[in-house]
T-cell receptor
Framework: QQPVQSPQAVILREGEDAVINCSSS?????VHWYRQKHGEAPVFLMI?????EQKGHEKISASFNEKKQQSSLYLTASQLSYSGTYFC?????????FGKGTRLHILP | DTGVSQDPRHKITKRGQNVTFRCDPI?????LYWYRQTLGQGPEFLTY????????KSRLLSDRFSAERPKGSFSTLEIQRTEQGDSAMYLC?????????????FGPGTRLTVL
């Protein structure tokens, strides 16, 4: 089943912070976060693993609450380059099931 | 640059025609995935390969779709008798091992328009 992302869209001014949430109705073993700019391929940001390990981007952090089956992506001091659509994906039998995405627009 | 390449980048075809897309994964990556993405949606899983073996095919995938990875390297996705509903971005991704903790790297995609 597809994870649910919130909010659907966010507009920020450069330098502001944002939080994007991802929740699943099923148990999570790992959560994958990607960013996609218009007309481009999704780009890997971060993977969070059951047990707390995380691998990924140095300027973006995330949390993974296994009990609540939720993950949140934290974008601090946003830059114009952060604009795009953020997708979370949850693992299901060695494949990733993606949410519908959160569109983030950063204003100068 | 993720290293996954796809060809062509754009394809316009008439309804009823067959189309074939190619994906070249990152070398040494054992897993290769195909996804479809429509406007406002996340990538939707279609099928995946472990080396040359096709391990799973989405139930949403009709019999008009077929994929191959004959030598465990590049892969092709063919759509027969295209329909307007097939219009989408077709994405390919590869990963080294394919476990749930493995990173998938996406290619630039092939945008299909069926007229």
């Amino acid at each position: 089943q597809q994870p649910v992302q919130s909010p659907q869209a966010v507009i920020l001014r450069e330098g502001e912070d944002a939080v994007i949430n991802c929740s699943s109705s099923k148990a999570l073993y790992s959560v994958h976060w990607y960013r996609q700019k218009h007309g481009e391929a999704p780009v890997f940001l971060m993977i969070l693993l059951k047990g707390g390990e995380q691998k990924g981007h140095e300027k973006i952090s995330a949390s993974f609450n296994e009990k609540k089956q939720q993950s949140s992506l934290y974008l601090t001091a946003s830059q114009l380059s952060y604009s795009g659509t953020y997708f979370c994906g949850t693992d299901r039998d060695d494949k990733i099931i993606f949410g519908k995405g959160t569109r983030l627009h950063i204003l100068p | 640059d993720t290293g996954v390449s796809q060809d062509p980048r754009h394809k316009i075809t008439k309804r009823g025609q067959n189309v074939t897309f190619r994906c070249d994964p990152i070398s040494e990556h054992n897993r290769l995935y195909w996804y479809r993405q429509t406007l406002g949606q996340g990538p939707e899983f279609l099928t995946y390969f472990q080396n040359e073996a096709q391990l799973e095919k989405s139930r949403l995938l009709s019999d008009r779709f077929s994929a191959e990875r004959p030598k465990g390297s590049f892969s092709t996705l063919e759509i027969q008798r295209t329909e307007q509903g097939d219009s989408a971005m077709y994405l390919c991704a590869s990963s080294l091992r394919g476990t749930s903790t493995d990173t998938q790297y996406f290619g630039p995609g092939t945008r299909l328009t069926v007229l």
